[in-house]
C-alpha cells in the first residue's frame, strides 16, 4: 500500500493556524534576537503578545492532512511556496535563526516536538474528570513515554532533488505534481522505518530505500536513472547532489567510492523490481521497503 489521508484535510490559511495553536513558536518571525521568544512559545507556550502569522505567504493550495501508513498515522503539512517551507523550517528546525536553507531541501520530518495543543486537551479533560491539582497531574503524565510530543512531516512544491524537469521523463507540470508525490512517500518511508526498525539506521540506505518507496508510490515503477540523479552519482562516482549530505567527513574523502557502490546498489534494485510484477511491487511498496532494509545492499 501507499500513505493514503485519513482525515479531513485543512486547507489554504486554516493549516498553519491550526498549527500554531498548538507550535506557539510559528508565531516567532525568523530574525536577529527572535530567539528567546521562540524558547518561550516552544518550551513554555507562551505566545509573543503581538502573535501574528504574518511573515508566512500563504496559499490557498497549503494543506494539513493525516495519512495512513503501516506503522500507524503521519501529519503532513504541505507549503506551496518555497519561502515559507524555508520560514517553517527556519523556525521550527533552527529556533527562529535566519539560516538558508539548501534548495535539495525539500521535505524534513520533526521528531518529538512539544505539542501544547495536546497539553490543552489534557488540562481540559483533568478539569472535566473534577481534577484540582493540575501541577501533579501534568507531571504525572510527563513522565509517560513521548508525552504531549508529536511528529509532523513537511513537504514544499518544486522539482524533486532540485532535479529540473528536462532532466526527467515528466513535464514541467506533471514532475511537480510526481514530485511532491515522492516527497509525501519519501518521508512517510523514514517515519515507517524508525517506527518499526529504529535501530537500523543507515543514513544512506535510508535515503535510497526512502527514494524507492518515493518512485513506486508516485510513478507506479522504481527508474534508477532518475533515483541515481537524485544523489547525484554515476557507475564513475560522484557529480553533484544528495549524496553528500549523507556522508561524514571521512566518507567525503571517499565520495567516488562509495557513489559507484550505491549506484550498483540502484541498479539492483530496479532489477529487483523488474523481476517480479511492477504494479504489486508498487502496491506494496512500504513491505518492500522493510525487505531491502532487513537485507541492506549497502553498509553506509
Known amino acids: 500500500m501507499c500513505a493514503e489521508s485519513t482525515s479531513e484535510r485543512l486547507k489554504g490559511p486554516a493549516a498553519l493556524e491550526a498549527l500554531a495553536q498548538r507550535f506557539p513558536q510559528l508565531y516567532v518571525a525568523p530574525a536577529e534576537g527572535a530567539q528567546e521568544a521562540h524558547r518561550l512559545a516552544s518550551g513554555r507556550g507562551i505566545a509573543p503578545q503581538d502573535a501574528t502569522l504574518a511573515h508566512f505567504t500563504g496559499s490557498p493550495e497549503d494543506e494539513l492532512r493525516e495519512v495512513g501508513t503501516p506503522a500507524g498515522?503521519?501529519?503532513v503539512l504541505f507549503l506551496k511556496q518555497r519561502c515559507d517551507f524555508e520560514t517553517f523550517l527556519q523556525i521550527i528546525g533552527h529556533k527562529s535563526n535566519p539560516v538558508p536553507i539548501a534548495r535539495t531541501v525539500g521535505a524534513i520530518t520533526y521528531r518529538g516536538l512539544a505539542d501544547w495543543g495536546k497539553v490543552s486537551a489534557a488540562y481540559e479533560a483533568h478539569l472535566a474528570s473534577g481534577g484540582q491539582n493540575w501541577g501533579d497531574e501534568f507531571a504525572r503524565l510527563a513522565r509517560e513515554p513521548g508525552a504531549f510530543r508529536s511528529e509532523i512531516v513537511v513537504i514544499s512544491e518544486g522539482p524533486y532533488s532540485n532535479v529540473p524537469a528536462d532532466e526527467t521523463p515528466f513535464a514541467p507540470d506533471e514532475w511537480l505534481r510526481v514530485s511532491r508525490e515522492i516527497r509525501l512517500h519519501h518521508e512517510c518511508a523514514?517515519?515507517?522505518c524508525r517506527r518499526t526498525m529504529p535501530d537500523g539506521i543507515l543514513p544512506v540506505w535510508d535515503e535510497v530505500t526512502a527514494d524507492v518507496v518515493g518512485l513506486l508510490c508516485a510513478t507506479r515503477r522504481?527508474?534508477?536513472s532518475l533515483a541515481?540523479?537524485?544523489?547525484?552519482?554515476?557507475?564513475?562516482g560522484f557529480f553533484g547532489g544528495r549524496l553528500s549530505e549523507y556522508l561524514d567527513e571521512e566518507q567525503k574523502e571517499r565520495i567516488d567510492e562509495i557513489a559507484s557502490e550505491v549506484f550498483s546498489a540502484c541498479i539492483q534494485v530496479e532489477q529487483m523490481c523488474s523481476a517480479g510484477n511492477v504494479a504489486e511491487t508498487a502496491a506494496n511498496a512500504f513491505e518492500f521497503l522493510l525487505e531491502l532494509k532487513?537485507?541492506?545492499l549497502i553498509t553506509y
Open 73 to 75: 498515522p503521519v501529519e
Open 222 to 224: 522504481y527508474d534508477a
Open 190 to 192: 523514514h517515519v515507517v
Open 294 to 296: 532487513r537485507a541492506p
Open 228 to 236: 541515481t540523479r537524485f544523489l547525484g552519482i554515476a557507475e564513475s
